[in-house]
């Protein structure tokens, strides 16, 4: 009997892998025989963009496009309220204005009788500031703001005198100023009797010795 030889495997074309044969078959791009690249016409391109791909690029880009319209409205509307918060705040602030309730600059100091002929009271200086006095013509209110700087000069009832702390004016217990910077009298305010028989004295309204005003009616209370 004849021995079979064993024989080498047969190449068959079938067992190739398919990437291989198709490399194998296509040429080379410039090759000859090689496909020519496709050009597209005009048409073609724009049923391309009309396609669902492209029209889901351009989507994407318009939504953000939105987006960035969005922050800027929203920003805008932001500022508008803004404005409209502050004019209302402003408006109600209009309504209600500050109001300094200082006190009143009447009050009532007693009867003509609680001050004698000669007499230099200083029971209203600490909470009204004016000193009540009474001499031979009558009886007159002070104001105790010393005519220099404003402080509030004291009364010396030995001296006989008012006299100020802070740089040493003078005046006489009717208010003439005779030393120190003082340039001129004390002021005097308003009083008058009220209904029920006493002092009404009025600071708003005051009575300026260099201005004459002494002798004029409510400077002094002839009792
Ligand atoms: S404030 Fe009275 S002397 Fe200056």
């Known amino acids: 009997m004849a021995e079979e030889t064993p024989q080498a495997p047969e190449n068959k074309p079938s067992e190739q892998p398919a990437a291989d044969r198709s490399a194998e078959a296509k040429p080379a791009e410039g090759e000859a025989g090689a496909p020519k690249p496709e050009v597209k016409s005009e048409d073609q391109l724009k049923a391309e963009a009309r396609s669902p791909k492209k029209q889901v690029a351009v989507d994407a880009k318009g939504s953000i496009w939105m987006s960035r319209r969005n922050f800027f409205s929203r920003a805008g509307w932001a500022a508008f309220f803004a404005f409209v918060a502050s004019f209302l705040i402003g408006s109600l602030r209009f309504m209600f204005p500050r109001v300094l309730f200082e006190p009143s600059p009447i009050f009532k100091a007693g009867y003509p009788d609680d001050y004698p002929v000669g007499f230099v009271s200083t029971i209203w200086v600490k909470e009204q500031r004016v000193w009540i006095v009474r001499d031979d013509d009558g009886l007159y209110a002070i104001l105790a703001i010393c005519t220099h700087l404003g402080c509030t000069p004291r009364w010396l009832d030995a001296e006989n005198k008012f006299k100020c702390p ?6 006489t217990s009717a ?3 005779f030393e120190g910077p003082a340039p001129r009298p004390l002021e005097r ?8 028989g006493q002092l009404l004295i009025n600071k ?9 005003d002494w002798g ?4 002094i209370l002839k009792v």
């Open 175 to 177: 208010g003439i100023n």
């Open 166 to 171: 802070c740089h040493g004016s003078g005046f």
């Open 204 to 212: 708003s309204i005051k009575f300026l010795q260099e201005k004459g």
């Open 216 to 219: 004029k009616p409510g400077s």
């Open 189 to 196: 305010v308003q009083v008058t009797l009220a209904e029920d």
